[in-house]
């Protein structure tokens, strides 16, 4: 069983930076892939990025590539994703996520945390 907290979220101007974290708990957080999800108002869940149970491996949403990079330090059981340059179209709820394999889809990830609110404004 894993537990995931988000937290880092806020209100911020388009252009600026913000680093969000994922605390979890349990002792296997070193044998989970982690990823982050992102939701806006009136659309589905997406995929944002993940990192491998080593931090050697990631994987990101071309919409976030170059401006955002997933991060973990397995000694704090934490992963964090740094998010430079935001926009108005990160606004959104991002979610972190536990997997047990390397995948953009959703359904693949076993545990969900409660979901930080990001708003960027023009």
Do not use: H
């Not at 992102?38 to 080593?54: D, H, I, L, N």
């Not at 491996?57 to 934490?78: M, Q």
């Not at 709820?93 to 945390?113: D, L, N, P, Q």
């Amino acid at each position: 069983q894993v537990q995931l907290v988000e937290s880092g979220g806020g209100l911020v101007q388009a252009g600026d930076s913000l680093r969000l974290s994922c605390a979890a708990s349990g002792r296997t957080f070193s044998s989970y892939i982690m990823g982050w999800f992102r939701q806006a108002p009136g659309k589905e869940r997406e995929f944002v990025t993940s990192v491998s149970w080593g931090g050697y491996s990631t994987l990101y949403a071309d919409s976030v590539k170059g401006r955002f990079t997933i991060s973990r330090d397995n000694a704090k059981n934490t992963v964090y994703l740094q998010m430079n340059s935001l926009k108005p179209e990160d606004t959104a709820v991002y979610f972190c996520a536990a997997a047990r394999s390397m995948t953009t889809s959703g359904i693949a990830y076993e545990y969900w945390g409660q979901g930080t609110q990001v708003t960027v404004s023009s």
